[in-house]
């Protein structure tokens, strides 16, 4: 990018409204001092390939990508990264000095990375983790916890067909719970991970029973709408690390700013108060 064009970038949903990423970027640039914009784009299914074929002409050196676009950018793009093609989605594009598309997933890597900063005594090894739903965000979350040397991942689905795909693809660490016995699943597993919608604002409540629940298993929510969800709340009350779901949020924002902006960004509570504005 020659010095007198100003970078842009932005995320691309359909709907786009509600989404924090342009509030976290826009921290980032700011606090940095940097040159660039980063703006939300509502973008139809059938009008992706258009858009984003015609985005780096207009000045853009990437974009993020979110519901629903995730498996179809993957299908555009023109290099796709190893671990965005095993999770089947791309989250992260950057576009090329060649015109070319560039897909990533920086989901998985976003959901360590909080778990990290928020938890550092947690040892992904030290236990298996039990996984409810096996939804997109599954998908990142469980590829992320096998590649950290989790021994074992407990998946459990409403649609337990879901979760038996996930096996097949993901192999022998994986093991499927019925959605009805998830209740006792809890009681050996060193971490837990809500990736379903449940709990989330205006959604059905997740119904889980904690009763059999370790102390010292980490407890953590990729809902983040309320910020403390119930979920949340209760393995607070029994003593369990929490730790909630704005964070993979933000950690995942940081390998495409360094990557069209060119400066790594820090995950620091001012970001966190710049999302929540
Ligand atoms: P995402 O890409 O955000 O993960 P998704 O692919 O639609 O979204 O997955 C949503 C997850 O929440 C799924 O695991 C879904 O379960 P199903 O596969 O059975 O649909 C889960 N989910 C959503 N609403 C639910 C509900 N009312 N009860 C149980 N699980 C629910």
Redesign the pocket.
Known sequence: MSDNKIPLAGVIGCPIAHSKSPQIHGHWLKTLGLKGYYVPLHVEPENLRDVLRNMPKLGYVGANIT?PHKEQALEIADVVSDHAAKIGAANTLVFTADGKIHADNTDGYGFIQNLRQSAPKWDPRLGPALVL??????RAIIVALLDTGVPEILLT???KA?AETLCQEFGARLKVVD?EQADDAVSDVATLVN????GMTG??PLTLSLANLNKKTLVTDIVYAPLKTALLAEAEAIGCPTVDGLGMLLHQAVPGFERWFGVRPEVDEDTRKAALK
């Open positions: 519901i739903g096996a939804g997109g965000a599954s689905n409403r649609t879901r959605w990736t379903t919608s449940l959604k059905s």
